[in-house]
């Protein structure tokens, strides 16, 4: 595939090595520095909070881009932190409309867990054809992913995707560089059964409304809980990259974020949910979609969201088309019900 005037696997090979030298860089000082110095406040951004950790991934990402990409490609970047509302020309002698890709960015999705060396986060990154403003996810024709594992870690994945082709995967050792491939498959279960599924509800401002709906989707799929029985599991990872890998691997069955939805209704009453998601979160959509999973907006459509820092959105996963056809008509019936849509 030629995407502008290179092909996919050109713009693979180079967010592949951005990705990693990001990768390398966090993971440095993830094993060199202070807790406290990572989670440090570094600025605040109208998308989200920047800690002093995001500022090292962010030298990394803006040290390739300038000394090695801008000097074989021309590129709209579109990442938090840049000025002119997220966006840099690259490189900066064209215009924007000159450039031959947009290309959206999160240096690390999933800083909170990361920063406090908790949980992977991942490097996240999509490539479109420059179509100007009028650009949104669903142009994304190749997205990359890549772990950014704990200092304890001691292997961590890579998942990348070309429109019309399938998923694609490594696992690399990260004491050696050895990599293994390996085929990311969603799960191919037709319900929640014993298995991982549920709604984002991070933080608080958006929990007790989320919680009622997942409530009642759960009832109206199931029935009533049955004393001393467990049957559906929820894992709060706390990265949209983080749970895209989950659906692409056969991990989650079902993830709805929906904080926008409920953001937008709490400011009629004049409160706020808090922080929701992102175009630049969701930037890796495509890596499920390739693998088989289904992912769709608020109203079952796939994401059209512009691709931007500050747009909130909402997204929903099913691993696959059997569970979305379960799921889908009675979570879209409670959202009417309860006025989010």
């Known amino acids: 595939m030629q995407i502008g005037n290179h092909s996919a696997e050109f713009w693979l090979q180079h967010l592949r090595e951005c990705q990693r030298r990001i990768c390398e860089a966090v993971l440095a000082a993830l094993r060199r520095d202070t807790q406290q110095h990572l989670a440090e406040v570094a600025s605040e951004t109208e998308g989200d909070v920047i800690f002093g950790i995001d500022q090292i991934a962010e030298q990394a990402f803006l040290s390739y881009f300038e000394q090695v990409l801008a000097r074989e490609a021309s590129f709209v970047l579109i990442a938090e932190g840049l000025p002119d509302g997220g966006k840099r020309v690259f490189p900066q002698a064209i215009s924007e409309d000159e450039a031959e890709v947009r290309i959206i960015l999160d240096p690390i999705d999933g800083t909170r867990p990361l920063m406090f060396d908790k949980r992977s986060?991942?490097?996240?990154?999509g490539v479109a054809p420059n179509r100007g403003e009028a650009t949104h996810l669903g142009d994304i024709v190749l997205a990359v992913q890549t772990e950014i594992p704990v200092s304890k870690q001691g292997f961590a994945d890579r998942l990348w995707a070309v429109r019309g082709e399938a998923a694609r995967a490594v696992r690399e050792d990260l004491a050696t560089g050895r990599e293994r491939p390996y085929e990311p498959l969603p799960s191919r279960k037709r319900d929640l059964l014993q298995g991982f599924g549920g709604f984002v509800r991070y933080f608080h401002g958006s929990k007790e409304l989320i919680s009622r709906i997942d409530e009642a989707l759960a009832e109206a799929l199931y029935g009533p809980v049955e004393p001393g029985r467990a049957r559906i599991f929820?894992?709060?990872?706390?990265?949209?990259?983080?749970?895209?890998?989950?659906?692409?691997?056969?991990?989650?069955?079902?993830?709805?974020?929906?904080?926008?939805?409920?953001?937008?209704?709490?400011?009629?009453?004049?409160?706020?949910?808090?922080?929701?998601?992102?175009?630049?979160?969701?930037?890796?959509?495509?890596?499920?979609?390739?693998?088989?999973?289904?992912?769709?907006?608020?109203?079952?459509?796939?994401?059209?969201?512009?691709?931007?820092?500050?747009?909130?959105?909402?997204?929903?996963?099913?691993?696959?088309?059997?569970?979305?056809?379960?799921?889908?008509?009675?979570?879209?019936?409670?959202?009417?019900?309860?006025?989010?849509?």
């Not at 986060?121 to 990154?125: D, H, T």
């Not at 953001?263 to 979609?289: M, N, V, W």
Request: hydrophobic share 45%; charged share 20%; net charge negative.
């Open 121 to 125: 986060a991942w490097s996240l990154a």
């Open 234 to 341: 929820e894992d709060q990872y706390m990265s949209t990259g983080g749970q895209i890998y989950e659906l692409a691997t056969g991990r989650d069955r079902f993830v709805a974020d929906l904080r926008a939805l409920v953001d937008a209704a709490l400011q009629k009453e004049s409160r706020a949910a808090g922080l929701c998601c992102h175009p630049y979160d969701l930037c890796t959509f495509l890596i499920a979609e390739c693998a088989g999973a289904v992912i769709t907006d608020e109203r079952g459509r796939r994401p059209m969201a512009p691709m931007d820092v500050t747009t909130n959105i909402n997204w929903i996963g099913y691993a696959n088309a059997s569970l979305k056809d379960h799921i889908e008509p009675h979570l879209m019936a409670i959202l009417k019900r309860v006025g989010l849509l």
